[in-house]
């Protein structure tokens, strides 16, 4: 059974940084591509960015180009997601998602695996 956990999540002053991790289990991320989406009240869940299984290739949305990483522990199957530079417009619940092999467009209804999520706030 495939099993996606977060954490890391809280809350930040605009300009601040988190760390989000994503334990994965039942499977392995040589084999499946992560995802990040974000749900903000009221509003679609959307992708932020993606780690693709068989080479590590990312993905981003465009407002977190540089200023979001994401990168992958195979051997700890973990997931991470580095923010920095956190706006206001980026508080949301933050979900990791899972699906086989490539992330393609990383829409959320291309992933079939979904962790609870984790709440970031950004305000001052």
């Known amino acids: 059974q495939l099993q996606l956990v977060e954490s890391g999540g809280g809350s930040v002053q605009p300009g601040g940084s988190l760390r989000l991790s994503c334990a994965v289990s039942?499977?392995?991320?040589?084999?499946?591509?992560i995802g990040w989406f974000r749900q903000a009240p009221g509003k679609e869940r959307e992708g932020v960015s993606c780690?693709?299984?068989?080479?590590?290739?990312?993905y981003y949305k465009n407002s977190v180009k540089g200023r979001f990483t994401i990168s992958r522990d195979v051997a700890k199957n973990t997931v991470y997601l580095q923010m920095n530079s956190l706006k206001p417009e980026d508080t949301a619940v933050y979900y990791c998602?899972?699906?086989?092999?490539?992330?393609?467009?990383?829409?959320?209804?291309?992933?079939?695996?979904w962790g609870r999520g984790t709440q970031v706030t950004v305000s001052s």
């Open positions: 998602a899972a699906r086989e092999m490539l992330c393609w467009e990383f829409r959320a209804a291309d992933f079939p695996s």
């Open positions: 039942g499977f392995t991320l040589d084999r499946y591509a």
């Open positions: 780690v693709s299984a068989n080479d590590g290739s990312t």
